[in-house]
Nanobody, 120 residues
Framework: QVQLMESGGGLVQPGGSLRLSCAAS????????MGWFRQAPGNERELVAA???????NYADFVKGRFTASRGNAENMIYLQMNSLKLEDTAVYYC??????????????WGQGTQVTVSS
């Protein structure tokens, strides 16, 4: 079993920065790629950034140039550095991990989410 735990959320002013962390524990050998998602009230959960086991990243257009996903020294530790935050970035942010399935790689493990609120 894999457990994911996010931290680092909070209240920040527009234009400010915040860094989210995600630690994976348990049988982490089953983890492949990882990613960050977010969900705002009334919206569907959306992919923010994905990071492969090799450290390659892909970003949603709405965060390109502002957010950076990275892996830490620990094999299953990832971060999301958020700069130039906007009001529209307000959401619950989730850490997720990919597991290979018969249908292909699937985000199978999820954290509890951490609230990010951007407000003046």
């Amino acid at each position: 079993q894999v457990q994911l735990m996010e931290s680092g959320g909070g209240l920040v002013q527009p234009g400010g920065s915040l860094r989210l962390s995600c630690a994976a524990s348990g049988i982490t050998v089953s983890i492949r790629d990882m990613g960050w998602f977010r969900q705002a009230p009334g919206n569907e959960r959306e992919l923010v950034a994905a990071i492969t086991s090799d450290g390659k990243t892909n970003y949603a257009d709405f965060v390109k140039g502002r957010f950076t996903a990275s892996r830490g020294n620990a094999e299953n530790m990832i971060y999301l550095q958020m700069n130039s935050l906007k009001l529209e970035d307000t959401a619950v942010y989730y850490c997720a991990a990919v597991r290979k399935t018969l249908a292909g790689p699937t985000y199978s493990y999820w954290g509890q989410g951490t609230q990010v609120t951007v407000s003046s």
